[in-house]
């Protein structure tokens, strides 16, 4: 059985940082890119950053470039998001995602998703 489990969420003020972990379990990723969503109260969820499993290559929203990192640990087949700079409007529900790779990176054209951690930014 296929799992995602993030961690790290947590409450933190404006300008701080936190370490979101995704850990998959119940097969290999290799073939897929994986990645976090998020989901504030009464919107969407968004795409937020994503990672290739097996080239590492990355992509990120515009609205965290330069300040969430995302990055991989294959051994462990665990995704890490870093979470600096922190704003409120980040505030959100965070969820780890995988798909298949060349899929649509769209809350709809997720293969597998965890069930969330929640990020609270106070001002």
């Known amino acids: 059985q296929v799992q995602l489990a993030e961690s790290g969420g947590g409450l933190v003020q404006a300008g701080g940082s936190l370490r979101l972990t995704c850990a998959a379990s119940g097969r290999t990723f290799s073939g897929f890119d994986m990645g976090w969503f998020r989901q504030a109260p009464g919107k969407e969820r968004e795409f937020v950053a994503r990672?290739?499993?097996?080239?590492?290559?990355?992509s990120y929203a515009d609205s965290v470039k330069g300040r969430f990192t995302i990055s991989r640990d294959n051994a462990k087949n665990a995704v890490y998001l870093q979470l600096n700079k922190l704003k409120p409007e980040d505030t959100a529900v965070y969820y780890c995602?995988?798909?298949?790779?060349?899929?649509?990176?769209?809350?709809?054209?997720?293969?597998?998703w965890g069930k969330g951690t929640l990020v609270t930014v106070t001002s």
């Open positions: 995602a995988a798909a298949w790779i060349g899929s649509d990176w769209t809350a709809s054209g997720m293969n597998y």
């Open positions: 990672i290739s499993m097996s080239s590492g290559l990355t």
